[in-house]
């Protein structure tokens, strides 16, 4: 007879668990944003990625459309190549303008995606041309002490 | 007669460096009891031990229905102990199980009988050692003498060819320990048992019993029928069976000498 | 003088000799019950069982703890990050700290203290008692029967109870950042949900709540089986399972972070 209490509290237990690793996953984590299968690679070179880390955001016009999957030094170029999953949803055409930006001014770094006005889009694989490297506050410090040395 | 159930030879065994058996040699027919005698700590429980296999003699061997036990594999031996039961000398009740569940407790390990059947063995057993109503009960809620009784009835419960009872009379009322005792015989003659009694209940043993085997210093210092042990005239004998506290077994467990140990010289010099 | 020195050294090789035939001894032992688990899940009822006594009856003390760090955390994390403008990271702040390293190591040491110790006690007892000896009389091993159940439970219930340490936490935190201080609730989640990452950093938390419940559980049953059968003996096989399994858990805790998340955020 007691087993079978002993059975329910330990089946409740279970339940419990597995619904908090739940909503461990969606609730706390970002279980929910992740499109598995439904997505296609870019590949972009950048002279300087600043501090883009890997499962940054891609964002365009501020909405999320992918994140950033690798970051690799190119042996090639001698810069960074830095390869992201984009939703399948969002097409993007070929003249695309990618660029690491901040949000706010000490936030973390995601690269924005400026569309171009190219007929043909980009398919899984290709490789944005036309990228923008990070700013990096040390160098906007120096231009601009240089900048000031120069005017006077 | 077919060959003995439990043949001893030579068997020798040491906790460490200290020898508790120099030499044991023993034989047991099927269907008989025997009872094993001896002093306080002259190694019963450790030959109880032996022919469960529980422990590898450092010489000699104990054999069981022609197996050598401490040359068996693992397998091999629990095969051998499903046909014994032993009674420990403390009970050793399984204290998270009830009364009930403990004598069930082998049945449903061994068999896959079902629960009914199951329940009717058990209380079955139980009613033969006057427990039937307890059943409910947690170890924790009996008695000495009643928590021997449910051990004897955990160790019948399959009816095993051979069964160790490790002092299976001391905390029982007159009145149970003579109930006992014939259920130990009721029950080596009618399922053709063959039981091992270790004892210091010199009177009540000698009552049920076939033989006696006196152990002592290792060795068997005596052995005969219950009324060869009565009318013996070797003072080793004569001292356990009659309780007197001089002659050969020693009271004492070996130690040097008193005055040393006391420090006393010293003072009375 | 000379010769108390020449015992002292003696008496500390003799400890250090004493921990690693321990240390065999228990590598053995853990190998012994993997082998056995075989009847644990045959028989599952065994199983749950001791997760019943283990898992379920640790649920208080869990549940309970993770709600009050994770309003400690709510508050402390709140009064540092408010001086920089940044409270709403408070939820990042606390989920963070709770799915990578305060969930799995404080419950897997509130477990030692509470499930752990007690598997010790009830083996060590049980084999004071000689139960372990009638029951391998009777032909069963204790090993399989009673060890290796107790082991299966413990793991299985350790992730369970780190990720209800958590979610209480995070709810801890909850009350306190956005019910009682007032920060905003959806720059509090999705602040968190956006620094939280689903396989980094809940996944490996999880794994590690299981490598802790494998090795408390198995100190445990070590302890427990290996206790000398005395009152003392079990008493102080109780306490070497609560010092162990602590210095085990923030030791391997150490380890298995600096694997998971090297290179990573
Ligand atoms: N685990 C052990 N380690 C070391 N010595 C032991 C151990 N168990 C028993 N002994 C020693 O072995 C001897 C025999 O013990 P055993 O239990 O067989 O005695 P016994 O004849 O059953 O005594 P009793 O009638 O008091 O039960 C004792 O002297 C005891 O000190
Ligand atoms: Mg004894």
Known sequence: MQRTIIDFWVGLFVIAGIGALLILGLKVGNLTSYNTGESYTLTGNFENIGGLKIKAPVKSAGVVVGRVTDIQFSLETYDALVTMAINAHYRFPKDTFASILTSGLLGEQYIGLSPGGDEEMLAEGDKIMKTNSAMVLEEMIGRFLFDKAAED | MSAPLIEIKDLAFSYNTRPILRSVNMTMPRGKVIAIMGGSGSGKTTLLRLIGGEIKPTAGYVKVADQVVHKLSRNDLFKLRRKMGMLFQFGALFTDLSVFDNVAFQIREHTNLPESMIRDLVLMKLHAVGLRGAYHLMPAELSGGMARRVALARSIALDPMLIMYDEPFTGLDPISLSVIGSLIRRLTDALGMTSIVVTHDVQESLKIVDYVYFLADGVIAAHGTPQEVKDSVTPFVHQFVHGEEDGPVPFHYPADAYQEDLKLENHFA | ?265
Not at chain 3, 103 to 131: C, D, H, N
């Open chain 3, 1 to 265: 003088m000379p010769k108390r020195i020449i015992t002292s050294i003696q008496a500390i090789g003799h400890r250090v000799i004493d921990s690693i035939w321990r240390l065999g001894r228990a590598a053995r032992f853990f190998a012994l019950v993997l082998l056995k688990s075989t009847t644990s899940f045959l028989r599952f009822s065994l199983v749950i069982r001791e997760i019943y006594f283990v898992g379920v009856l640790s649920l208080i003390i869990i549940l309970v703890s993770g709600l009050f760090v994770g309003m400690v955390l709510g508050l402390q994390g709140y009064e540092t990050l408010q001086k920089y403008g940044s409270e709403s990271a408070v939820g990042t702040l606390v989920a963070l700290s709770l799915v990578r390293e305060l969930g799995p190591v404080m419950a897997a040491l509130l477990f030692a203290s509470r499930a752990g110790s007690a598997i010790t006690a009830e083996i060590g007892l049980m084999k004071a008692t000689e139960q372990l000896s009638a029951m391998a009389m009777m032909a069963v091993d204790p090993v399989a029967r009673v060890v290796a159940p107790r082991f299966w439970a413990g793991v299985i219930s350790m992730p369970l109870l780190a990720a209800l340490f958590s979610v209480l936490g995070v709810f801890g935190g909850y009350l306190v950042a956005v019910v009682f201080i007032g920060v905003d609730e959806g720059s509090f989640w999705s602040s968190m949900q956006n620094a939280v990452d689903f396989r980094y950093d809940i996944v490996n938390g999880v794994i590690k709540s299981c490598f802790f419940g494998v090795t408390v559980t198995a100190i445990a049953v070590f302890e427990g089986f290996d206790a000398p059968p005395t009152a003392e003996g079990v008493s102080g096989a109780t306490t070497r399972t609560v010092v162990t399994s602590a210095l085990a858990i923030l030791g391997l805790d150490f380890v298995l972070t600096s694997f998971m998340f090297r290179g990573v955020d």
